[in-house]
Structures are given as structure tokens and as C-alpha cells.
């Protein structure tokens, strides 16, 4: 937990007021709406129902809910009409997290529906920030939603290894290790 803390907290310095910004569903997402909630001037487009309800206690954030069906496993909200309505949102940047990592194969899920939604936000945004703890990177998942090259910038923790660290050099991912 303290690594997606740390994460969360890289993350946070990102943020402007006057930023709108998409948080998918993931713990680490969840950490920084704790650090968000005396923010000024901020949007905050979410899947996830633990971040709306954090940021629901925030007195200058307009927070977002994208609906569809609940995913019990992690709290996030999925549907197959979403992605469409996602497209048509502006945000400044989508901070993302994902099941599994690798510097081959981008960020990757478990649920197709997941991904896409992921996906969808990840299209609109101007800026894509992985947030992603070394724990990450010791699987592989089906359903792929951003390639490493789509990616702007990866938060990971320190405690990832010499070998993973010398992949992502060598993908050329910039990556910022907190």
C-alpha cells in the first residue's frame, strides 16, 4: 500500500487547478482522491464508485461517475455503450493503473470491458500517466489497453528490478521512479 501511496502522490503533482482529469477504478486512483479533496477548481471523471465517494466529501471538485455494470472485484463501473460517451469528453489526463505491465505489451487486464473502457479515456486525453507498483510487472493479462508507446509517462515504485528497469529503458517509456 505504501508504494501506490507514493505513486499516487507523483501523480497529484501533475494536477493544475482548472484541470479535468479521469481516474479509472484502481487502488492506486483511489489513494489520490484522498490528496484531492482540497483541490480547487478540479474535475474528476471516474469509473471508480470508492473515488466518487471520497471525492464526494471535496467541496470544489465536480466529480464525474461513468456508470455501467459494477465489477465487484474492484469496485470500477463497466458497460459496452461507455466508451462511446467517454470520446466525447475532453480531459487534460487520464491516470490509469492496470492488473499487469510490461514494457512489451503496455498496460493489460483481466475484463475485455475494462480495457476498453481504459482505452476510451486514454483517446481523449491529452496527456496518459500509467500508474503502475513493481508488484505489476510479475504477470500477463488478456486484453491490452494501452500500448507502451501511448503512454506519456509511467509512476512505478523503487522496489522494481534491474531487469524491468532496463526493459522499459529500452522501450523507451519515460518513467519516473518514486
Same mark, same amino acid.
Given at each position: 500500500?505504501?508504494?501506490?501511496?507514493?505513486?499516487?502522490?507523483?501523480?497529484?503533482?501533475?494536477?493544475?487547478?482548472?484541470?479535468?482529469?479521469?481516474?479509472?477504478?484502481?487502488?492506486?486512483?483511489?489513494?489520490?482522491?484522498?490528496?484531492?479533496?482540497?483541490?480547487?477548481?478540479?474535475?474528476?471523471?471516474?469509473?471508480?464508485?470508492?473515488?466518487?465517494?471520497?471525492?464526494?466529501?471535496?467541496?470544489?471538485?465536480?466529480?464525474?461517475?461513468?456508470?455501467?455494470?459494477?465489477?465487484?472485484?474492484?469496485?470500477?463501473?463497466?458497460?459496452?455503450?461507455?466508451?462511446?460517451? #467517454?470520446?466525447?469528453?475532453?480531459?487534460?489526463?487520464?491516470?490509469?493503473?492496470? +492488473? /499487469?505491465?510490461? %514494457?512489451? @505489451?503496455?498496460?493489460? &487486464?483481466?475484463?475485455?470491458?475494462?480495457?476498453?473502457?481504459?482505452?476510451?479515456?486514454?483517446?481523449?486525453?491529452?496527456?496518459?500517466?500509467?500508474?503502475?507498483?513493481?508488484?505489476?510487472?510479475?504477470?500477463?493479462?488478456?486484453?491490452?489497453?494501452?500500448?507502451?508507446?501511448?503512454?506519456? #509517462?509511467?509512476?512505478?515504485?523503487?522496489?522494481?528490478?534491474?531487469?524491468?528497469? +532496463? /526493459?522499459?529503458? %529500452?522501450? @523507451?517509456?519515460?518513467? &519516473?521512479?518514486?
Amino acid at each position: 500500500l505504501e508504494e501506490k501511496r507514493r505513486v499516487a502522490a507523483r501523480a497529484v503533482e501533475l494536477i493544475q487547478p482548472g484541470t479535468t482529469i479521469f481516474l479509472d477504478g484502481s487502488t492506486t486512483a483511489f489513494q489520490m482522491t484522498r490528496l484531492l479533496r482540497d483541490m480547487h477548481n478540479l474535475t474528476v471523471i471516474t469509473t471508480g464508485l470508492y473515488a466518487a465517494l471520497e471525492l464526494s466529501f471535496a467541496p470544489d471538485v465536480t466529480t464525474i461517475v461513468v456508470g455501467g455494470i459494477l465489477r465487484r472485484r474492484t469496485s470500477s463501473l463497466v458497460d459496452t455503450l461507455s466508451p462511446n460517451l #467517454l470520446r466525447r469528453l475532453h480531459v487534460d489526463i487520464a491516470f490509469l493503473s492496470c +492488473r /499487469a505491465f510490461s %514494457a512489451e @505489451q503496455g498496460m493489460m &487486464e483481466s475484463d475485455l470491458r475494462e480495457a476498453q473502457m481504459k482505452r476510451a479515456m486514454a483517446e481523449t486525453a491529452l496527456r496518459k500517466v500509467a500508474l503502475v507498483d513493481h508488484a505489476k510487472f510479475a504477470s500477463v493479462y488478456v486484453a491490452t489497453s494501452l500500448l507502451p508507446e501511448e503512454i506519456d #509517462l509511467l509512476i512505478v515504485d523503487n522496489g522494481l528490478g534491474e531487469d524491468h528497469r +532496463r /526493459a522499459l529503458d %529500452a522501450a @523507451q517509456i519515460t518513467v &519516473e521512479y518514486v
